[in-house]
C-alpha cells in the first residue's frame, strides 16, 4: 500500500477537482461532502477511492472522518498530505512538501500561503504567529506523519479550522516545517461557509486560542 496518501475534502468542485487530480501521482483519498455536481459518478468512473457522505459535514469534520479512514484502511501510510479541491493549492507543490517531510523527517509541514482568502486571516495569521511562530495557521496544504496525527484524532474537534491539531503537534514538541507556495484564485465558494459567517468562526476561534 502507498506510503502518502493525498486526501482531499470536496463539495460541488468537480471541475477544479478532476484537473488536480490529473496532477497527482500519488494515493488519493476524496472525501465527497454531499456533492450534488455529480462529483461521485465521475469518481467511479476514474476508480479513485472515495467516501461520500450523504449529507453535508463540513470542511473540517470532512477531513477528521478522512483520516480516520485512512488510518483504518491504509495501514502502511506514513504521511497524509491534505490539500483543497478549489485550485488554490497547486499541486507542483506536492513532491516539494513530501520531500521536506522526508529529508527534515518532520511530524508536520505547512504550505505557508502567497496571500489569504479573508481580513481575518491577516489577523489571525499575525497573533498566532507572535504567539506560536506559525504564521499561517489556517492554510490548508500540509503534510502530517501519520503515526502522530493519530495520537490526536479523538482529541481535535471540527469546530476550529483544525487549528487545535496544529496546537496538539506544537504543544506536543513535535517537529513542524514549511513552505511557501504561491496560491491560485480561489475557483468555487468557500467551503467553511460565507464570508460573514466564516469570519465569525475565526474570530470565535482567536478567543478559543488566546483567551
Known sequence: MSEIIVLIPSKNESTTLFK???????????INDGSTDGT???????????????????????LLKGFKYIKKNYKKCRYILTMDADGEHPPKYINKI???????????????RSKYNRISEYIISFFFNKKFGISDPLTGFKIYKAKKLYKFLNKVKSSYF????????????????????????????????????SNIKIFLFIKFVFF
Not at 20 to 30: A, D, E, P, S
Not at 45 to 61: A, H, M, P, R
Not at 173 to 184: D, G
Open 98 to 112: 513530501i520531500n521536506v517531510a522526508n529529508v527534515k523527517n518532520a511530524d508536520l509541514v505547512m504550505g505557508y
Open 40 to 62: 461521485e459518478k465521475k469518481l467511479r468512473s476514474l476508480n479513485i477511492d472515495f467516501i461520500t457522505n450523504q449529507k453535508t459535514l463540513g470542511y473540517e469534520t470532512s
Open 162 to 197: 483544525l487549528i487545535d491539531l496544529l496546537l496538539l503537534f506544537k504543544l506536543a514538541n513535535l517537529k513542524i516545517c514549511k513552505i511557501n507556495i504561491q496560491t491560485k484564485k480561489r475557483r468555487s465558494t468557500s467551503r467553511v461557509g460565507s464570508i460573514i459567517y
Open 20 to 30: 488536480i487530480l490529473r496532477n497527482i501521482k500519488f494515493k488519493t483519498v476524496i
